[in-house]
């Protein structure tokens, strides 16, 4: 009863977005008072409260493992924890599929109950957009990946009991990413109804700024999150592989980032109206495509791709009608929206215009390096585009970036000259080059790691720089986003490029009580013991490791041997120092009866993910300050408006 | 039924778990004694495609194949070959997928002349808003 409630609420759904789009379209030509289009906004807000309860009734089902529902069956048992249960419902196609769609309406809804500065017209238009895009996704959940399908024969027990995807970072990580994700696509219905009424104005931008705020807070938080799994998990302590799937959430974060200085710019300068609303467009763009590539199987292999060609068909089309549609009408209307207002090279709006320009260009490349392998696997060339590749071919445009990142922030808006922060530049460039001859000199460094450790150190001075002469606690919130964002910038590469330039890595086949050394630290191997776990057996090292002479620690590395499904997994160990990490793997036993041991010492490892929480906590702030003074200036607006009316009744 | 099923399971898993039983070759997770010889070996490796995983160098890698490279990339180097050489080698055996190095070839140019081209369009970015005031 409760998945069949779920269905029926999703078709209801369904129907509500055609109407909502009906109304939206109408109001275009009929005005925004036509009856009919006085219902977009209501429509909008129904359609999330029935998503809603078809999420929730996913959730119930999976939450009472109704093993009647042939998602439940094949992806559930009833001896898993209850958040596993929970998480259950979107680890999986279908549910992650309607968890994309609960998303994308109740953003609709948020913005359809809350968004009142922009005109009506635009507004019908934007939440039209949204449920244009909402229909397709619809489509393609009743059409072709119903969550709710029963089966004739309710199953004796579930199947799904993988003790891998039992773990609480990997069923929190998809819905953060997907968040995002989603998130992306009201930036885009707003760029599309700023095109269809050729309303490209400031307050369309600070309508939008929050969403993509938002978006980008959660695609940052994922991508860290992400990469972080990667890093211990994998036990080889790599934490980005420019893996498809990675660069699947790297894309979208790329043309977010981008979109968000550049809304900036027209919110506060009505500048770059042109390229807000085209980064708009390509920000959901790519986020479409990490899905198209991450579900319709076309990664594992183009071949595989063609076997099971329903699901990835449909996407495909759905991406095809959106982004090639989104694109023709930009192009039809691009020319008749004016750039706005002009300024200089010397201006905040000119190191902002450069740093769009190299995002975007990261952000192609990245794009062709991972489209390109697929492109030629469809004529048999198969060719690997790797981190020789990716590495320095985007470091082509982001050294140039981080450099005018460095200096932007200091320029006025509109018209400034370089002589007035000649002083901060002349300091950030002695400091620059210091860094390169030190470690370039002392520590024989590869280039790319010399450059990452110099820009780092530059920026993270440089991001502060903003805040001089300022009151520290009259600085607007938004202000103390953006140092902390491009702070935590400068720490993620710092971290990355001293992983790169001072790692070291000991491979040693250890007997008990051998005794090795990595970077600073001692290893002693005193045992290895079996353990076993509930679906698990494993042996375990018993390891004594001290870092330079210090108190010895214990650490247990184990090679786990999972049976159901058979599968081996090193669960590495991390010991974090203010300075460092140590790795420490155990692998399998030589004929000897040697233990083979996997040791790193990574200096400043550490930093490449709390740099991504400080830019997710800059998102974080810069979006609470953004949302605070926009009620403070609706409520003053009230207020205005309400003192008006008082003075001419007493008139 | 579930004994049964887990029965099976464990079956079903025996070839697999024979065939982790081998002990891997003695490289695969040995390093070179000459500390130049294993950073010159570990440099190639990190451009050497895991045939067998997603996305992963053999550098990085547990499956077995990765194991057999590395245990013959540690060995040739060892014997003094040039790290260009052991590409070639191995690109001859197993194709030019297994290497990560980008190289200029008619499959693949388009990799190398699409960058230039983003470079030209942002100059001419550049060039087309600043040219005014600049």
């Given at each position: 009863m409760i998945a069949e409630i779920g269905l029926a609420?999703?078709?209801?759904?369904?129907?509500?977005?055609?109407?909502?789009?009906?109304?939206?379209?109408?109001?275009?030509?009929?005005?925004?008072?036509?009856?009919?289009?006085?219902?977009?906004?209501?429509?909008?807000?129904?359609?999330?409260?029935?998503?809603?309860?078809?999420?929730?009734?996913?959730?119930?089902v999976f939450a009472i493992t109704d093993l009647s529902v042939k998602l439940v069956a094949a992806n559930s048992h009833t001896a898993k924890p209850m958040i596993f249960k929970l998480s259950g419902a979107w680890g999986n196609h279908e549910g992650s599929m309607l968890l994309w769609v609960t998303v994308m309406a109740l953003a609709g809804a948020l913005i359809a109950a809350v968004e009142r500065r922009l005109p009506e017209k635009t507004m019908q238009a934007t939440l039209a957009a949204q449920s244009f895009v909402a229909l397709g996704f619809y489509g393609f959940l009743l059409l072709a990946s119903n969550p709710f399908e029963r089966l004739a024969q309710p199953a004796a027990e579930g199947l799904g009991l993988n003790p891998l995807l039992q773990d609480i970072g990997l069923a929190f990580h998809p819905p953060t990413l997907y968040i995002g994700y989603v998130g992306l696509s009201v930036a885009f219905s707003f760029a599309l109804g700023a095109l269809l009424t050729k309303q490209v104005t400031p307050d369309f931008a600070r309508a939008m700024r929050p969403?993509?705020?938002?978006?980008?807070?959660?695609?940052?938080?994922?991508?860290?999150?992400?990469?972080?799994?990667?890093?211990?998990?994998?036990?080889?302590?790599?934490?980005?592989?420019?893996?498809?799937?990675?660069?699947?959430?790297?894309?979208?974060?790329?043309?977010?980032?981008?979109?968000?200085?550049?809304?900036?710019?027209?919110?506060?300068?009505?500048?770059?109206?042109?390229?807000?609303?085209?980064?708009?467009?390509?920000?959901?763009?790519?986020?479409?495509?990490?899905?198209?590539?991450?579900?319709?199987?076309?990664?594992?292999?183009?071949?595989?791709?063609?076997?099971?060609?329903?699901?990835?068909?449909?996407?495909?089309?759905?991406?095809?009608?959106?982004?090639?549609?989104?694109?023709?009408?930009?192009?039809?209307?691009?020319?008749?929206?004016?750039?706005?207002?002009r300024f200089s090279v010397a201006s905040r709006e000119g190191a902002?215009?450069?740093?769009?320009?190299?995002?975007?260009?990261?952000?192609?490349?990245?794009?062709?390096?991972?489209?390109?392998?697929?492109?030629?696997?469809?004529?048999?060339?198969?060719?690997?585009?790797?981190?020789?590749?990716?590495?320095?071919?985007?470091?082509?445009?982001?050294?140039?970036?981080?450099?005018?990142?460095?200096?932007?922030?200091?320029?006025?808006?509109?018209?400034?000259?370089?002589?007035?922060?000649?002083?901060?530049?002349?300091?950030?460039?002695?400091?620059?080059?210091?860094?390169?001859?030190?470690?370039?000199?002392?520590?024989?460094?590869?280039?790319?790691?010399?450059?990452?450790?110099?820009?780092?150190?530059?920026?993270?001075?440089?991001?502060?720089?903003?805040?001089?002469?300022?009151?520290?606690?009259?600085?607007?919130?938004?202000?103390?986003?953006?140092?902390?964002?491009?702070?935590?910038?400068?720490?993620?590469?710092?971290?990355?490029?001293s992983e790169s330039a001072f790692s070291t890595e000991k491979l040693a086949a250890l007997g008990?009580?051998?005794?090795?050394?990595?970077?600073?630290?001692?290893?002693?191997?005193?045992?290895?013991?079996?353990?076993?776990?509930?679906?698990?057996?494993?042996?375990?090292?018993?390891?004594?490791?001290?870092y330079s002479g210090g108190e010895p620690v214990e650490i247990n590395p184990q090679s786990r041997n999972f049976w159901a499904p058979a599968q081996q997994t090193a669960e590495s160990v991390l010991l974090t120092r203010w300075n460092g990490q140590l790795y420490a793997v155990i692998g399998t036993q030589a004929p000897d009866g040697r233990w083979q041991v996997r040791l790193w010492w990574k200096p400043l490892v550490t930093l490449i993910w709390y740099g991504g929480m400080l830019i997710a906590l800059g998102g974080i702030l810069a979006l609470i300050g953004r949302v605070r003074s926009d009620l403070r200036r609706r409520s003053a607006k009230r207020k205005g408006a309400a003192r008006r009316l008082e003075m001419e009744t007493v008139k | 039924m579930r004994l049964l099923a887990g029965l099976l399971m464990a079956l079903a898993a025996l070839p697999l778990a024979a065939q982790q039983t081998l002990p891997p070759a003695p490289y695969a997770y040995r390093q070179l004694e000459d500390p130049a010889q294993e950073a010159q070996a570990q440099e190639l490796m990190e451009t050497l495609r895991c045939l067998t995983c997603q996305s992963q160098s053999i550098a990085d890698s547990d499956a077995p194949m990765a194991g057999d490279m590395r245990h013959q990339v540690r060995i040739r180097i060892a014997a003094g070959e040039e790290p260009e050489e052991i590409r070639s080698w191995l690109m001859e055996r197993y194709g030019d997928y297994v290497s990560y190095e980008p190289v200029m070839s008619a499959s693949t140019w388009p990799l190398f002349a699409i960058p230039l081209l983003l470079v030209l369009i942002a100059a001419a970015i550049f060039w087309r808003r600043f040219r005014k005031r600049a």
């Open positions: 609420a999703l078709w209801l759904a369904a129907a509500l977005a055609a109407l909502q789009l009906v109304g939206g379209l109408v109001a275009q030509r009929a005005g925004a008072d036509a009856e009919i289009a006085r219902l977009t906004r209501p429509a909008a807000i129904l359609q999330g409260g029935l998503v809603a309860v078809s999420f929730a009734s996913l959730l119930w969403w993509i705020l938002g978006a980008w807070v959660f695609l940052t938080l994922g991508i860290t999150a992400g990469s972080y799994w990667a890093y211990y998990e994998l036990g080889w302590g790599g934490y980005w592989f420019w893996d498809p799937v990675e660069n699947a959430s790297l894309m979208p974060w790329l043309a977010a980032t981008a979109l968000l200085h550049s809304a900036s710019v027209l919110a506060s300068r009505d500048a770059l109206r042109v390229w807000t609303i085209m980064l708009g467009v390509v920000a959901f763009s790519m986020s479409m495509l990490g899905t198209f590539l991450v579900r319709s199987g076309v990664l594992t292999s183009v071949h595989a791709f063609a076997v099971d060609p329903e699901r990835g068909s449909f996407i495909l089309f759905l991406l095809a009608i959106y982004i090639g549609g989104a694109l023709l009408l930009f192009a039809l209307r691009a020319g008749s929206i004016s750039e706005g207002e902002l215009v450069v740093n769009n320009v190299m995002l975007s260009a990261i952000l192609a490349v990245v794009l062709l390096g991972t489209l390109y392998p697929l492109l030629t696997e469809a004529f048999d060339v198969r060719v690997s585009v790797g981190p020789p590749y990716f590495n320095p071919v985007s470091a082509i445009f982001v050294f140039p970036m981080l450099a005018i990142m460095a200096v932007g922030p200091l320029l006025r808006w509109r018209r400034d000259s370089w002589g007035r922060i000649s002083k901060e530049v002349a300091l950030l460039v002695a400091l620059l080059l210091a860094a390169l001859v030190l470690f370039g000199l002392l520590a024989e460094v590869a280039i790319l790691p010399l450059l990452g450790l110099a820009f780092a150190i530059t920026l993270g001075v440089a991001s502060f720089l903003p805040l001089r002469g300022r009151s520290l606690r009259r600085a607007p919130l938004s202000l103390w986003g953006m140092v902390l964002a491009h702070f935590g910038l400068a720490v993620a590469l710092l971290g990355m490029a008990e009580g051998d005794v090795t050394s990595v970077g600073p630290w001692e290893v002693t191997l005193e045992a290895v013991e079996p353990v076993a776990g509930p679906n698990w057996t494993a042996l375990s090292g018993r390891m004594q490791v001290s | -």
